[in-house]
């Protein structure tokens, strides 16, 4: 009963701006599967971008519908899924999506971070207006969400190109 290994959708976690969205995509063209991006079904269902979505419902409006669409898609074979940087606070999509699917952790070091954040200030509320030792702490607290029961990939010295080739092989499909 349920899906097999080989049809059960893949799910990227990860800090916010470690790639999940962009190697997922590519992951998805390699591996001919369909690509979804919660955060941005998120924009769809609201019509509009994330910090209006923050600011104008907050933070727990948000997230339940995080828990939701990471619901749906999750149980549906042949995704790859990347999820927000904060979807696994919620204890329960942890359990979704380790109930489902295969999970891959996609993790990047605290220095090699840093270096991006140049490109990420605007659509993240949760970094915005944050000095950079509470965004180190955040960093680093997330952390623990992130590393129960996963296969960690560490893709500070890949191009998005060779993080999803990476990926790839190792789950050998
Ligand atoms: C969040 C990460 C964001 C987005 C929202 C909250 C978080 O996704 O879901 O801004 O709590 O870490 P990315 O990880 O894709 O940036």
Redesign the pocket.
């Known amino acids: 009963f349920g899906l097999s290994i080989r049809e059960k959708s893949i799910v990227c976690i990860g800090f ?2 470690v790639g ?2 962009t190697v997922g995509k590519l992951l998805a063209q390699k591996l001919y599967r369909n690509f979804v991006d919660i ?1 941005a079904e998120i924009e769809k269902e609201f019509a509009m971008p ?1 910090p209006q979505i923050f600011e104008h419902y907050g933070e727990q409006v948000f997230r339940a519908k995080e828990k939701e669409l990471i619901e749906k898609y999750s149980q549906q074979p042949l995704n790859i899924i990347s999820v ?3 979807a696994f606070l919620q204890k329960e999509i942890q359990d979704i999506c380790m109930n489902n699917c295969i999970v891959l952790f996609l993790d990047i070091s605290w220095e090699s971070w840093k270096d991006r954040i140049h490109i990420l200030t605007d659509n ?3 970094l915005k207006g944050r000095s950079l030792e509470d965004i180190k702490s955040l960093f680093l607290e997330r952390q623990n969400s992130y590393s129960l029961n996963h296969s960690k990939f560490q893709i500070d010295n890949f191009k998005a190109e060779e993080a999803a080739d990476y990926l790839a092989d190792a789950l050998k499909l």
Do not use: N
């Open positions: 916010m701006g999940k969205t955060d994330i927000g940087g904060g993240r509320p949760l």
